[in-house]
């Protein structure tokens, strides 16, 4: 008889956070998120983020809307709790006054995430998923550690510049991201190609995120396809990172 361990099977939302790893340590070492963990963040920078992500949250939560309406898969992600497009809108007017619209340029970064959500909701709408999961379970995950540096350093606080990272409508963040993790595992039910397409989606969110962090401080063009992962190609395996690999530790 074989002396083998057993080996659990994997649920999809750990086999996500998994493919995610290396990519998530990308973001992590960008300068301008170590620049924001170092407490070193401009205002300015700052606001240029929330500006560059507010045509993507925007564009991402009215995909979702029309989506969810006929496609049961993005229904399941339908959390109107998590939305962000008015807290970012908030933060704006309270950091960059009522006509911060006119104010800040576009960035050409921000303008590629959208084109593509834009994109995969026309052509591939369960990608819209990898998009989700990005944004959302970041914001609740190192977002919240984000959120108490910049109160620190930014001198922002809620309802004054920081209701960005504030889920007022979630009153247990480690529940929602345990039933945002149980809607992923779900998706197991779908065939190969649609959880392989979720995987590859979120790997590119998180390339136009790097992208966008770049901008803040350099070329986040180049950035954005110097991080694309190159089919066949594996990304140099660091030491796992220990919140990939453990168990989620909400
Ligand atoms: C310095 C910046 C960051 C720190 C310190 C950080 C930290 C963390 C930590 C500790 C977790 C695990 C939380 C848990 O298991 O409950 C996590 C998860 C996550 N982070 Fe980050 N993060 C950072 C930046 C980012 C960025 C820029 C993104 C995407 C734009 C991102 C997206 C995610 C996602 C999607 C997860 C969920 C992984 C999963 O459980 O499947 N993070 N982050």
Redesign the pocket.
């Known amino acids: 008889m074989p002396n083998s361990t057993p080996v659990a099977p994997q649920g999809f939302?750990?086999r996500?956070?998994l493919a995610?790893s290396d990519v998530?340590t990308r973001?992590?070492k960008?300068t301008f998120?170590?620049g924001?963990?170092r407490g070193t963040a401009t205002p300015s920078s700052y606001v240029r983020l929330l500006a560059a992500l507010h045509p993507v949250y925007m564009t991402m939560e009215e995909e979702t809307c029309r989506l969810a309406a006929t496609d049961p898969v993005i229904a399941r992600f339908h959390f109107r709790e998590l939305f962000r497009t008015e807290a970012i809108e908030r933060d704006l007017v309270f950091l960059a006054g009522p006509h911060w619209a006119g104010t800040i340029a576009p960035m050409s970064a921000a303008q590629a995430y959208v084109k593509r959500i834009k994109e995969i909701g026309a052509t591939d709408p369960v990608r819209l998923v990898g998009h989700l999961?990005?944004?959302?379970?970041?914001?609740?995950?190192?977002?919240q550690?984000?959120a108490r540096i910049a109160e620190r350093s930014l001198g922002v606080s809620k309802h004054a510049g920081l209701d960005f990272y504030d889920f007022p409508q979630v009153a247990d963040i480690?529940a929602m991201?345990t039933l945002f993790?149980a809607r992923?595992d779900e998706l197991d039910g779908l065939p190969a190609s649609a959880t392989d397409a979720v995987i590859d989606e979120?790997s590119r969110?998180?390339c136009h995120?790097?992208a966008i962090?770049e901008s803040l401080d350099g070329n986040g063009f180049i950035s954005f396809f110097r991080n694309l992962p190159l089919p066949g190609v594996r990304a140099p395996r660091r030491e796992a990172l220990s919140?990939?690999s453990?168990a989620?530790?909400?």
């Open positions: 939302s750990s996500l956070r995610i998530h973001a992590e960008t998120i170590r924001f963990l999961y990005t944004r959302y379970l970041g914001d609740l995950s190192g977002g550690i984000l480690a991201k993790r992923l979120a969110s998180f995120n790097i962090f919140w990939a453990a989620p530790a909400n």
